[in-house]
């Protein structure tokens, strides 16, 4: 799995919720995805454009109307939607789905195999800046996706990140992506 393509399908916020939403059912129209969301139709609608873009979407011919396509999924689409679908019953909670919108928790949790120090995980998420990365490893710290380890043992005190539980599950899951 490249973690580029991953960061590419995670930017928009809305993108995996989508997908999964249209491989449980939900219509492929901006307002019944939003529906299903619980997000607004704008912040739907650029997700969608976006899933366009990466041609994991396509417009349905013959239905919907020119200015409110209905879309379906393509070949790369469906199976990317069913992961999707997937990783979404894993992570249950409502906190926790929030985690997944955000454009660098599942690259990060793609690079914690093992405990990792923050400079490494710099070096693997190379288009990250240092704010991003220190406030996505703050989310996923209290979320207890992550746990966050201080080795005083050496000056300065090393800082390192390993799974936790819930990181280890869509870790696992994020193996099988079915990215090219």
Excluded: F
């Amino acid at each position: 799995m490249d973690t580029c393509e991953l960061v590419k399908l995670c930017s928009r916020s809305w993108s995996l919720t989508a997908l999964g939403l249209m491989a449980d059912g939900v219509p492929g129209r901006t307002s019944p995805l939003a529906a299903a969301a619980g997000c607004g139709r704008t912040a739907m609608s650029g997700s969608v454009c976006h899933l366009v873009e990466l041609g994991l979407l396509e417009r349905n011919p013959g239905y919907g109307h020119p200015l409110r396509p209905e879309l379906r999924l393509t070949a790369d689409g469906e199976d990317i939607a069913n992961w999707a679908s997937t990783l979404i019953w894993i992570v249950k909670g409502r906190a926790d789905r929030r985690l997944l919108r955000s454009k660098w928790s599942l690259p990060l949790i793609s690079c914690l195999p093992n405990e990792t120090r923050y400079s490494e995980l710099r070096r693997q998420l190379i288009p990250v800046s240092d704010r991003a990365l220190s406030l996505c490893l703050g989310r996923l710290t209290e979320g207890r996706w992550i746990s966050r380890q201080v080795s005083t043992d050496q000056s300065p005190p090393a800082v390192s990140y390993r799974l936790n539980e819930t990181g280890s599950h869509v870790h696992r899951h994020l193996k099988v992506i079915p990215l090219g």
